[in-house]
């Protein structure tokens, strides 16, 4: 018998600041439609999955020192959150993005999913060329918040679906 359950995702990420430079995660994809080359690398800022029991901001600080090692004292209010609906996988993401008040630390990695293995901190320029091989649910909204051009609603919605011959068409729908 077929599940059709859908499948909820809730995921937060943290924007940290270094004067003007934002800290990005090297993400180790094996086998992943979502970047261009399977097995390649895509950046993003640091996070992941709520698990249960946690809340965002738990969760975040959880999430970050273990892909960088590094400490926030405090999180802003949500900066902007994204939602993914992977209408042919029955799959739904939400993602809520906050900015770091203050944060420490040094740069180690011990990301127990084994995905994370760099971290470094780009001007805007040099993280939109390495945001280019990252979903552009991560890109888009990213770029925005960095221009200073979030809509109003600070939401971004796209709607993803896999064609016959297995590539993810994503369309933005707010």
């Known amino acids: 018998m077929e599940n059709n359950s859908l499948r909820k995702w ?3 990420g943290g924007i940290i600041r270094k004067d003007d430079d934002i800290l990005l995660v ?10 261009k080359k399977k097995g390649g ?8 999955v709520i698990d249960d029991g946690e809340d965002a901001i738990t969760a975040l600080g959880r999430e970050v020192f273990e892909e960088t090692g590094l400490q926030a004292s ?3 209010e ?6 993914v609906d992977f209408a042919t996988q029955n799959m739904f993401l939400h993602v809520e993005v906050f900015e770091a008040l203050k944060w420490s630390g040094s740069f180690v990695f011990t990301d127990p999913d084994g995905i994370v293995e760099n ?14 091989a990252s979903p552009i649910w991560v890109r888009e909204p990213l770029t925005a918040y960095m221009y200073g051009e979030l809509p109003e609603e600070r ?13 993810l068409i994503v369309e933005r729908t707010s």
């Open 119 to 132: 971290a470094e901190f780009f001007s805007r320029k040099q993280c939109e060329t390495k945001l280019e």
């Open 74 to 76: 405090g999180w802003s």
């Open 155 to 167: 939401m971004f919605a796209y709607r993803a679906t896999v064609s016959k011959d297995k590539k």
């Open 41 to 48: 690398l895509d950046w993003s800022p640091p996070g992941g």
């Open 78 to 83: 949500a900066v902007y959150a994204v939602e």
């Open 26 to 35: 090297a993400n180790r994809r094996r086998g992943s439609s979502n970047v």
């Open 10 to 12: 809730s995921v937060v």
